[in-house]
């Protein structure tokens, strides 16, 4: 993967941000695009990760998004997915074939995922974590 031109990757991760899965189709014609990293090792596929966004998320992967790509720190889109908490992100992923022996920031990625998240309050994300054997 290569890091591509920065205005491409801002433009990208605003599409992501507030939701506009028709905006990022435009910017995102094939794997290429899909697969684009920022100077830190950053996909727009961990971004929607963060944000959650299961329809950009499947749209990425149908685009050729690398399901088992890192950033520098070691995050991949499911280790995103699983900070945010956001349980059908995470089983889209998951399901893709995404890895769950990823070591975000050296931990695992269930000591990752317990660290914060905005759903926090209902723990599911931890249990499809658990339940596809990560520890």
């Not at 950033?71 to 699983?82: D, H, I, K, Q």
């Amino acid at each position: 993967m290569a890091v591509t031109n920065h205005k491409l990757v801002q433009q990208m991760h605003q599409r992501i941000k507030v939701g506009d899965l028709l905006g990022l189709r435009k910017l995102v014609p094939s794997s290429a695009e899909a697969n684009t990293q920022n100077r830190y090792g950053w996909t727009p596929l961990m971004l929607a990760g963060i944000a959650g966004n299961t329809p950009i998320i499947d749209f990425l992967l149908s685009a050729g998004a690398a399901v088992d790509a890192v950033n520098n720190f070691g995050e991949s889109a499911l280790a995103c997915a699983a900070l945010s908490g956001v349980d059908r992100a995470i089983q889209t992923l998951l399901d893709a074939g995404a890895p769950i022996d990823v070591r975000p920031h050296g931990v695992s990625l269930l000591e990752y995922a317990a660290r914060g998240g905005r759903y926090l309050t209902t723990q599911r994300h931890l249990e499809v974590l658990r339940k596809a054997g990560a520890t």
